[in-house]
């Protein structure tokens, strides 16, 4: 067992040297050093929770519930139009491509068959032109 373990420690770490994950983690950096984009994040997320704690609750007002969702929106819109959001979402959306083929590799390693999705993925990364998940 302390093998997988080991094994997974150096999985983990030829993750974080990746290029796919440095791109990611500067991403991050400078979307995080844009004022205006930690702000706006920040303020996105309080209205998130706001609303997970007000769903949590007994009886959420649903005007409370529509206002909140509608600030969200809002934010979410003016997150989507600030270039290092976008340029930190596309980064972790190639991150999060990658962890899916390291998975599907993982699969068909230990079960010799590829995930029962419909992605046409053939378990050949060589003739791959990119995950589509």
């Known amino acids: ?5 080991a094994k997974t420690r150096e999985l983990g770490q030829a993750l974080i040297e990746s290029e796919v994950y440095q791109n990611m983690k500067a991403a991050e950096d400078k979307a995080m050093q844009n004022k205006e984009a930690a702000d706006a994040m920040s303020k996105f997320l309080e209205l998130r929770g706001q609303v997970q704690e007000m769903l949590a609750g007994e009886n959420p007002d649903s005007a409370v519930l529509k206002k909140l969702s509608d600030e969200m929106d809002a934010q979410q819109e003016r997150l989507q139009m600030m270039d ?3 340029a930190m979402n596309e980064a972790r ?24 999705d419909d992605s046409g993925c053939t378990g050949s990364c060589s003739s791959c032109s990119g995950c589509k998940h």
Do not use: A, P
């Open 93 to 116: 959306g190639e991150f999060s491509n990658l962890i899916n083929q390291v998975n599907q590799v993982l699969q068909f390693i230990v079960t010799g068959r590829i995930g029962s």
């Open 1 to 5: 067992m302390n093998q997988v373990f």
């Open 84 to 86: 290092d959001i976008v």
